[in-house]
């Protein structure tokens, strides 16, 4: 019981400083707030359809998009990170497009020219979630699917990709590197990974 009474007078004390705890939310790392500015935007977006509903279903995205400005001025660095996201989500949906017109023309093509190949591309990301998502978004691409995660002589990582036009394996792996990797580290880390 005296316990308790010490644990609670010490959670009510204000510091000698004046100066009140951070908030929970502040200690996150850099990529979990930018998760959480994000949720607060789609609630600022809910809350506002729910309190103005003028336009019908558009006031969720009109909602949205004020949010993103109150945030985007208390946040500068959430608007880079909104505008990465965006670029990154564009050049995947062009990646796809493009893919599936070389794709259509190869299988109408009375004999099309395969040269068919599996590389081995060091891979920078480490975290699980971003081979995955790299693994992904690579099969998502016409022509092309991950078959394996495995390690090379060095010890590193390595994703290992089917290409049905491999061409030359370094430039398919440099592609790779310094397209879907280097973008997909961009939405993940921030521009300084």
């Known amino acids: 019981m005296k316990r308790r009474k010490q644990q609670k007078s010490q959670a009510t004390k204000v510091p000698a400083s004046g100066a009140y705890p951070p908030l929970p939310f502040a200690e996150l790392p850099q990529h979990n707030s930018y998760a959480l500015l994000f949720l607060i ?63 259509a023309k190869l299988v109408i093509q009375p004999k099309p020219k395969l040269d068919p190949g599996i590389v081995a591309v060091p891979l920078t990301v480490s975290t699980e979630l971003e081979i995955m998502m790299l693994a992904s978004l690579i099969t998502l691409t016409p022509g092309t699917i991950s078959v394996d995660l495995g390690e090379n002589a060095q010890r590193e990582r390595v994703l290992y990709i089917h290409n049905l036009t491999l061409g030359d394996p370094e430039e398919f792996r440099m592609s790779v590197k310094n397209t879907f990797e280097r973008l997909l580290l961009r939405v993940t880390r921030g521009r300084d990974a």
């Open 41 to 103: 935007n789609v609630i600022v977006g809910l809350v506002w359809q729910q309190i103005f509903p003028i336009f019908g279903s558009v006031d969720y995205l009109v909602g949205f998009v004020i949010g993103f400005f109150a945030i985007w001025f208390s946040n500068r660095t959430y608007g880079r990170r909104a505008y990465d996201l965006a670029y990154f989500i564009g050049f995947i949906l062009w990646e796809i497009l493009l893919s599936n017109f070389m794709l």
